[in-house]
């Protein structure tokens, strides 16, 4: 009797513990990388009417086994860094994708509940002619980490020049961003701005 007493209460208490309130857990939602602007600051789970016009899926895991997690800088505007699996790359508007280590963007959290905060970064564009008459358009992100202590990391990019004429080049022809070192960068900076 006593041993029938005991089964009964922890296959109750196995019961309650499955049977948890399904309102109380978040979904796992599948949230594309290419949204319009209206739908980045929404917050699916509270305002499921917006799902369907912004393309939000539920994330079956056997399905989607790499759902990935967008975060969006404030310098350049509509740019983000995209984690997918262990891929981390960062997208600019009319660009192609560039692709970078984790370690360079290290401490930034790409989690559900930071997906709606922009990355608080800064931006320092240089623009000049070498004594060749070549054109250099250079910039540096600083992207700050979302761990304690604070770490910032540094990225540097050089936009190269558009090829074809206006007649040839349509808008749908994407930018190729090169990575460049940083120390490379100072050092142009140096030699023909100053």
Do not use: W
């Amino acid at each position: 009797m006593k041993n029938h007493l005991l089964f009964v209460v922890a296959a109750l208490f196995f019961y309650a513990c499955g049977s948890s309130d399904p309102k109380s857990r978040k979904e796992a939602l599948y949230i594309p990388t290419d949204m319009p602007d209206i739908c980045q600051n929404v917050d699916f789970n509270v305002d499921k009417g917006m799902r369907e016009t912004c393309g939000v899926k539920p994330a079956r895991y056997q399905a989607y086994r790499n759902v990935p997690m967008q975060r969006y800088l404030i310098n350049p505007s509509q740019a983000s860094l995209v984690k997918s699996g262990d891929k981390i790359e960062i997208r600019f508007p009319n660009t192609h994708p560039v692709s970078i280590d984790a370690e360079q963007v290290s401490g930034v959290s790409f989690s559900d509940s930071k997906r709606l905060s922009k990355i608080q970064n800064t931006m320092d564009y240089k623009e000049f002619f070498n004594e060749k008459k070549q054109r250099y358009k250079l910039f540096k992100l600083t992207i700050p980490s979302d761990t304690k202590p604070e770490i910032e990391n540094s990225l540097c990019f050089r936009v190269p020049e558009l090829k074809g004429s206006d007649r040839t080049r349509s808008a749908a022809m994407a930018v190729q961003m090169e990575l460049i070192s940083c120390e490379t960068l100072d050092e142009l900076v140096k030699r023909y701005v100053n």
